[in-house]
C-alpha cells in the first residue's frame, strides 16, 4: 500500500489530453513539493516535473504539473504514442522522514 | 554528460550480504545528495535510503531496511554505496542511485536477486 494514492491505469487516444491524480497528505504533499517521474518500458525513470510545476530542460511543455491542498496532478496533452510509460508521483513526508511514492499509473495510449 | 553507474548486484542466498556501488560522473558529485530506490520485478517504486552531500551529517532510511542496510559516500572517489545486509526474498529487485532531491538522473539499476 503506497503512502501517496495514483490510479492503476489511465489511457487516452493520440492527440488527446489526459490527466493522472496524486493523492496524499498534510505530511507529505500539503507540505512539500511534488516531483513526477516517467519510465518508459524496461528503462529507468527519468524526472518529469519537480516542484509541483516546473519542467526540467528537454521536456515538453505538452507535460505539466499543479497542486492543491493534498492532491497533485500531472497533465498531458496532445498524447503521443511515445507517452506510453508508467508515472509516478513523488514527495518528501515529513512524519516518516523519507522520500514516498505513488503505486505508479500505467498510461495506455489507444 | 551527468552519469550514474550501478554496480555491485546479484545472486545472494537469504540472509546474506551485498554491497551496491553507484559511480558518478559529469558533476560535482560532493555538492548533492544522493539516494537510493528500488524497483520489485513488475512493482512500483520503493524510497530506500537518503544521504545528504556531507555524509556525516544527515541519513534516513526507510522502516523496511532500517537496521540492514547502510548507505555510505566516498566524494573523493565520486561513489555512493549501499551496504546491504540480512538480506530477505523481499529484497529481490532492480536497485537504482539517484541524484539530489529531485532524483535527477537515476542510473541504469543493477538486479539484486535474493533466492535459495
Same mark, same amino acid.
Given at each position: 500500500q503506497s503512502v501517496l494514492t495514483q490510479p492503476p491505469s489511465a489511457s487516452g487516444t493520440p492527440g488527446q489530453r489526459v490527466t493522472i491524480s496524486c493523492s496524499g497528505s498534510s505530511s507529505n504533499i500539503g507540505s512539500n513539493t511534488v516531483n513526477w517521474y516517467q519510465q518508459l518500458p524496461?528503462?529507468?525513470?527519468?524526472?518529469l516535473i519537480y516542484d509541483d510545476n516546473q519542467r526540467p530542460s528537454g521536456v515538453p511543455d505538452r507535460f505539466s504539473g499543479s497542486k492543491s491542498g493534498t492532491s497533485a496532478s500531472l497533465a498531458i496533452s496532445g498524447l503521443q504514442s511515445e507517452d506510453e510509460a508508467d508515472y509516478y508521483c513523488a514527495a518528501w513526508d515529513d512524519s516518516l522522514n523519507g522520500r514516498v511514492f505513488g503505486g505508479g499509473t500505467k498510461l495506455t495510449v489507444l | 554528460?551527468?552519469? +550514474? @553507474?550501478?554496480? $555491485? !548486484?546479484? +545472486? @545472494?542466498?537469504? $540472509? !546474506?550480504? +551485498?554491497?551496491?556501488?553507484?559511480a558518478a560522473s559529469g558533476f560535482t558529485f560532493s555538492s548533492y545528495s544522493m539516494s537510493w530506490v528500488r524497483q520489485a520485478p513488475g512493482k512500483g517504486l520503493e524510497w530506500l535510503s537518503y544521504i545528504s552531500s556531507s555524509s556525516s551529517s544527515t541519513i534516513y532510511y526507510a522502516d523496511s531496511v532500517k537496521g540492514r542496510f547502510t548507505i555510505s559516500r566516498d566524494n573523493a572517489k565520486n561513489s555512493l554505496y549501499l551496504q546491504m545486509n540480512s538480506l530477505r526474498d523481499e529484497d529481490t529487485a532492480?536497485?537504482?542511485?539517484?541524484?539530489?532531491?529531485?532524483f535527477d538522473p537515476w542510473g541504469q539499476g543493477t538486479l539484486v536477486t535474493v533466492s535459495s
Open positions: 524496461g528503462t529507468a525513470p527519468k524526472l | 554528460e551527468v552519469q +550514474l @553507474v550501478e554496480s $555491485g !548486484g546479484g +545472486l @545472494v542466498r537469504p $540472509g !546474506g550480504s +551485498l554491497r551496491l556501488s553507484c532492480v536497485y537504482y542511485c539517484a541524484r539530489g532531491s529531485s
